[in-house]
């Protein structure tokens, strides 16, 4: 039996108790300063081992099409690439030693239409895993060379009445 799960307590649990429901910070004089105001995501981070741009580089480019962005020169000496996907980046990082394993953690790519994906996948010898639907999405996971697994999903088509 696991011991029981012990709560950071720096992190409050005032959006629980307020049952999901934000306050709308302002900037002005008396603003709520209890309150983090977070506005989006810019970014996501997945992890590549070191000296495995290339095949990186074979896989979001070549296969993805992404759009990769330079590094801003201090970062550079770091290693990785970076990407536009749409509005956001995706940054892949070098970590020693990370882990490789397929786990849950993932980041969830929209594509406007889900078979043509599944198939574009597949004849590039990528396996794609079904999974279950999302209300309003449909979806599957796959992974990429370093076993970093990837959502690929599209909106759920309405019925036309």
């Known amino acids: 039996m696991s011991a029981p799960r012990r709560q950071n307590p720096t992190h409050s649990t005032r959006r629980r108790q307020g049952k999901g429901k934000r306050r709308s910070p302002s900037s002005g004089e008396g603003a709520d300063r209890s309150t983090l105001d977070v506005r989006g995501v810019q970014h996501v981070n997945l992890t590549i081992p070191p000296g495995s741009e290339d095949v990186a580089r074979s896989f979001y480019t070549d296969i ?79 992974h990429d060379p370093f076993g970093n697994r990837l959502e690929i999903q599209s909106p759920r088509r309405r019925a036309r009445q």
């Open 64 to 142: 993805l099409s992404l759009v990769e962005i330079e590094k801003p020169l201090p970062l550079r000496v770091n290693g990785g690439l970076w990407y536009r996907v749409g509005e956001l980046e995706l940054h892949l990082s070098v970590e020693e030693g990370a882990p490789q394993a397929p786990s849950r953690r993932h980041v969830g790519f929209v594509v406007s239409d889900l078979e043509r994906a599944r198939r574009f996948f597949e004849t590039h010898g990528i396996a794609t895993l079904p999974q279950a639907d999302l209300p309003g999405w449909r979806r599957f996971y796959v």
